[in-house]
């Protein structure tokens, strides 16, 4: 692992210093991406000093394309990227706009390296390890657009240490004392105004426990460090009572963080974002998505779910991650719910094959639309093939079929 150090080489502000912590302090690693094409340690800190009069760059360390990593602080530096989670949180920035971007080997597993190694030094867990969108307040914001989850498992993978053991719940607890989803009463509405008041928005305070309230319990519990369920059992009462809500002034977050219209259309959502986690996310809205991307209808949004509503972001022109957020919410709820039905296999032939199908296939893939099977089409099929890792022949048939729908 190549790591350059350049702490002392960074553009600073004349006149503003970063505050600083204990080690013992930090709690998370949050991952971002620049949400830039290219970038550098440099243009990062000048852009932060000069344009937005931060005392630093941002990030602890930034890891570039080509998997060498340039150190931008002491671990101690409490510097701008997750807004009011800054004081408990270690920034990595991987240089790349991966909403458009593919995160290449070289850099992706530089991070994984890194981080196994932060995880390592400062005592934390594989589940510490938090995109940028996963923090309290940020659903709204696509960063770092990758997806989290399959990055943890790599890291388990690698052997980092995981979570401790969920505590167990007893079987048959006193009247209310565990409280989950669909249940309504004061007792309810106390729980979402003390996530209210803790920065866990559980949306409105109306004493139902609805999706959005399981939202916020499970970002409460994950950054609590309990078991992520989504129920308020006495394990999660305690902890709401115990913990500490950050009382230092509201900070900045990261460059790429500056509100858009984007933060209005997620916290103006009443539906709960959904994406790929763990344990994976469950309900009647899990289902809706189902039947609108063709996906199998069991109420569970597992890895097949998310690869349906990929493949439906990208014949609708969305940014491909995999995370029903209000843009998505707003497309589903404009189709009608019907996928494509396969009928031929289709291939190319001499005369090339024409037809409706040949369209859908072609918007799935985002090539031109003609609604001929050409050379273009099918070298682009062999490309999703690959990426599938299913057979590559250029031939859509069954499998490939349901892989695109």
């Known amino acids: 692992m190549q790591i350059n150090d350049k702490r002392n080489s960074l553009v600073k502000h004349a006149n503003k210093t970063y505050r600083r912590r204990a080690r013992s302090e930090i709690r998370n690693i949050a991952i971002h991406h620049s949400a830039t094409t290219s970038g550098s340690a440099e243009a990062f800190a000048r852009y932060h000093v000069n344009q937005l009069d931060w005392p630093g760059v941002a990030y602890h360390y930034v890891i570039n394309k080509d998997g060498s990593i340039d150190l931008c602080h002491d671990p101690e530096v409490v510097s701008y990227h997750v807004g009011n989670s800054n004081g408990r949180a270690l920034g990595i920035c991987m240089v790349g706009d ?145 913990y500490e809500a950050t009382t230092d002034p509201v900070e900045h977050g990261a460059p790429s963080d500056e509100p858009d219209q984007r933060e209005e259309q997620y916290l103006g959502e009443q539906r709960r974002m959904l994406r790929l986690i763990r344990p994976m996310m469950r309900g009647e809205d899990v ?55 396969y009928e031929r296999i289709l291939s190319l032939q001499t005369p090339m094959m024409r037809g409706d199908d040949v369209r859908h296939v072609q918007q799935a893939l985002n090539v031109q639309v003609d609604g001929i099977f050409g050379p273009n089409t099918e070298r682009a099929v062999r490309e999703f093939q690959r990426q599938a890792g299913i057979t590559v022949d250029g031939i859509v048939g069954p499998q490939t079929w349901n892989r695109l729908f």
């Open 287 to 341: 289902i809706q998505v189902q039947e609108k991307v063709g996906a199998l209808i069991d109420g569970v949004y597992g890895p097949a779910t998310e690869r349906s509503v990929m493949a439906f972001q990208r014949r609708n022109n969305l940014t491909v991650d995999g995370i029903v957020g209000p843009l998505t919410w707003r497309a589903l709820d404009a189709t009608n719910g019907n996928v494509p039905v």
């Open 98 to 242: 991966f909403r458009t971007q593919t995160l290449d080997a070289p850099q992706r597993n530089a991070a994984l390296e890194l981080v196994k190694n932060l995880i390592n030094d400062f005592n934390l867990t594989v589940d510490d390890v938090w995109g940028h969108i996963e923090f309290p307040g940020y659903s709204w914001k696509p960063c770092p657009s990758i997806n989290m989850e399959q990055f943890r498992s790599s890291l388990r993978e690698a052997g980092s240490p995981t979570s401790s053991p969920i505590n167990n719940i007893p079987s048959q607890p006193s009247p209310r004392q565990i409280i989950s989803r669909g249940d309504r009463g004061d007792d309810v509405k106390t729980i979402q105004q003390k996530l209210a008041d803790l920065g866990f928005n559980p949306g409105p305070i109306d004493g139902i426990f609805g999706p959005l309230t399981v939202d916020a319990v499970e970002r409460f519990q994950r950054s609590a460090r309990i078991g992520v369920d989504g129920v308020v059992g006495p394990e999660t009462r305690s902890a709401l009572e115990n």
